[in-house]
């Protein structure tokens, strides 16, 4: 590999692990005024990914943080629960706390991957686990994990039901900035499972 093919390999990598990043923000708690106006200073290309980033754009600078709380709790808080459940075990079973999380767990045991000590919900939730990808790609469990073992954690954590998941917020009745977000992790749940496809044996 080439200087020049290693500095856009390790910029790439940035990029993908601020998208994590991003996407864990915006889903582990309704954004602030502050992130709403970051996102709407976002912009994007013609492609698919490029246009959903847009339309996030666009509804964040039409939004305000009381209206966005409240499209929060109804979609993931609720009175008793929300209208969507972004659990893994949920999704791939049908019942929260189940097989997945604790195949995740011990993934995570093994990368020294640990629970923040103030959040008290299953890691198998869709926030925590684009954290974990996003610190695994820049090293922020010791060293940055090889695309070989990104690969592994993705298909078997993510890819079995993440898409799914952001499909149905684009979709769910109470989504009006999530429904855009939904749209943002769709695309590039799609553009990782074909990259790692692609480029990894």
Known sequence: MSVAEDITT????????????????MLSGPPDQLLLDQCAQLSGDDSEMGKAVSGLARVAKASKPRSVESEFNALFI????GELLPYASYYLTGFLNEKPLAILRADMAARTMTRAPNVFEPEDNIASLMEMMAGMIVGRFSQAA???????????HISPWAEHFFSDLEAAKNSILYASLGAVGREFMNIEREAFRMTVS
């Not at 609720?78 to 629960?81: C, T």
């Not at 090889?146 to 078997?156: P, R, V, W, Y």
């Open 78 to 81: 609720g009175l008793g629960r």
């Open 10 to 25: 390790v910029s790439e990598d940035r990029l993908r692990a601020d998208l994590y990043n991003f996407l864990g923000l």
């Open 146 to 156: 090889s695309l070989e073992a990104q690969k592994t954690f993705f298909n078997k």
